[in-house]
């Protein structure tokens, strides 16, 4: 395994006239945890899909290590399967079943929904709903979890109980990570690295490494103080 | 508790109300408001099922639609949906065909009755051809539109899973379409038992179609509205049967959301 499993050298993406990304140069290393913010529209989106392979850029390259899962904004569970078989999905090339059985145990264990195996994500809440995705995004071999703002559609304390779940899930089974968020708290409680975007065409304005352990507090001196970095450079706190 | 009495209620509200019409209807006939030779009373209509079933004709009858609109509605759904399903995938397929699926669509199936006679002759292929020909055009833009309506991550959650292109379709937009599958398949199957009727008045010599027009000729009231009334009931209990594939685990999202 490289210990860079996500590398973009001098990338752009243009749809037509219009030039989302331009030059962007990201390395990522192993395990580390990368947030990407910026003002909105202004391509994170379109950079999320470049390095989920999912599209291709106009110019430059794209190198990518390993397994890549998506986790979605909303719905990206399939409503025609229960919380388990939605699961199971990310454990299809598991074998033998009974690997795959313990496999799904566990990983309904982790996120704490074993006695809701059988439902469907329609009989699930929006943060249930979102520990399930997040639990298929984690099943299996996967290597690199690319998250497409999780939680923007949770309430606000659900979306604080859901950044403390992310952190342990993470601690327990320690992924690569990039997370696109126009919420800069989150990225700041969250990263070990924030990446600020400019306005479109993107390209990287800024990058702020946190060298403090998950989880954080969200009003820990140097979350604020990283949050306060974050909002001065997209020009919105003095 | 609860539910208990919202069963009894979808039952014995309607009885009660079918009651009362009944009523209604013996009272205006016994005060001698219409004359029987229009309008027959309870007690004749009541007659003329006895004579119906007696006769054997009424289960005949029932036998000879049933089977029309089973394999007309049959080969409409073996047909339809797999068509409607590559049209669903083919940008190019529907920018060719959608335009002419809607216009036969659009066209009356009375208005092939008179092919209907020439090609198949009288009987149960014409009857079968009417009911292909009424149902599997807007099936098939029902599985277009349904197709057409699926959110594009349920794709992408398949491919960062590898599901390959069999298995999209099976495993993803068909059971992503299900519950509107399900409402159109409710709608066709209506519109093929009404247009089975239509098809036997005229193309036909048995089933519940041919006995409206033989009790129409032979000026028999009473016999016209034993078989509206078993024209209805069927209706009601085919819709009944499709609406219990609603019930299945896999396709309650589609109504619960």
Redesign the interface.
């Known amino acids: 395994m490289s210990d860079k499993p996500l590398r973009l050298h001098n990338v752009s993406r243009s749809f037509g006239e219009v030039a989302v990304i331009q030059g962007l140069n990201l390395e990522i290393g192993h395990g580390e945890f990368v947030a990407i913010v910026g003002p909105s529209g202004c391509g994170k989106t379109t950079l999320l899909n470049l390095l989920?392979g999912?599209d291709k850029p106009t110019a430059g390259t794209v190198e990518r290590f390993g397994q890549?899962?998506?986790v979605?904004q909303q719905?990206?569970?399939?409503?025609?399967?229960t919380a388990a078989q939605n699961i199971s999905?990310?454990l299809?090339?598991i074998m033998p079943k009974a690997k795959q059985d313990q496999q799904l145990q566990d990983l309904l264990n982790l996120i704490r929904l074993d006695g809701f195996a059988h439902h469907?994500?329609?009989q699930l809440s929006g943060g249930m709903r979102q520990r399930v995705e997040i639990a298929r995004a984690l099943a299996g071999d996967s290597d690199i979890l690319l998250m497409d703002e999780p939680f923007s559609s949770l309430d606000y304390l659900t979306r604080l109980r859901m950044r403390q779940e992310l952190a342990r899930l993470l601690a327990l089974r320690p992924r690569t990570v990039v997370f696109v968020t126009h919420d800069i708290e989150e990225a700041a409680q969250l990263a070990d690295r924030v990446v600020v975007l400019t306005e479109r065409p993107a390209h990287i304005q800024d990058t702020l490494a946190i060298e403090l352990p998950r989880p954080r507090n969200l009003t820990d001196p140097a979350v604020v103080h990283a949050t306060h970095h974050i909002l001065a450079k997209l020009g919105l706190e003095d | 508790m609860r539910e208990k009495s919202n069963t009894s209620r979808t039952f014995l509200l309607p009885l009660a109300v079918g009651v009362a019409a009944v009523t209604l209807w013996w009272l205006l006939c016994t005060s001698g408001t219409w004359s029987p030779t229009q309008f027959p009373a309870p007690r004749e209509v009541w007659a003329g099922f006895g004579e119906e079933f007696q006769q054997g004709r009424l289960l005949h009858d029932i036998g000879a639609s049933l089977f029309r609109v089973g394999t007309g509605f049959g080969l409409a759904v073996l047909l339809g949906v797999p068509l409607g399903l590559w049209l669903g995938s083919s940008a190019l397929a529907r920018l060719a065909l959608l335009p002419w699926i809607n216009f036969f669509r659009c066209l009356s199936p009375l208005a092939w009755i008179g092919f209907a006679i020439l090609w198949f002759g009288i009987g149960h292929k014409s009857a079968i051809f009417l009911i292909f020909m009424a149902t599997f055009f807007p099936l098939v833009l029902s599985v277009v539109a349904a197709v057409a309506s699926i959110p594009t991550v349920y794709f992408r959650v398949a491919h960062d899973h590898g599901f390959g292109s069999a298995e999209m379709l099976w495993r993803v937009t068909l059971p992503a379409i299900m519950p509107q599958l399900i409402t159109a398949l409710r709608v066709v199957a209506g519109v093929a038992w009404v247009v089975v009727v239509a098809a036997e008045m005229t193309g036909a010599q048995e089933g519940l179609g041919y006995a409206v027009w033989d009790a129409r000729n032979g000026l028999r009231p009473d016999l016209l509205a034993v078989e509206m009334i078993v024209i209805g009931s069927i209706g009601v209990a085919l819709d009944w049967l499709l609406v219990q594939l609603t019930k299945i685990r896999s396709v309650r999202w589609g109504y619960e959301r």
């Open positions: 989920s999912f890549v899962r998506t979605y719905g990206g569970l399939l409503p025609w399967l999905l990310g299809r090339h469907y994500p329609h």
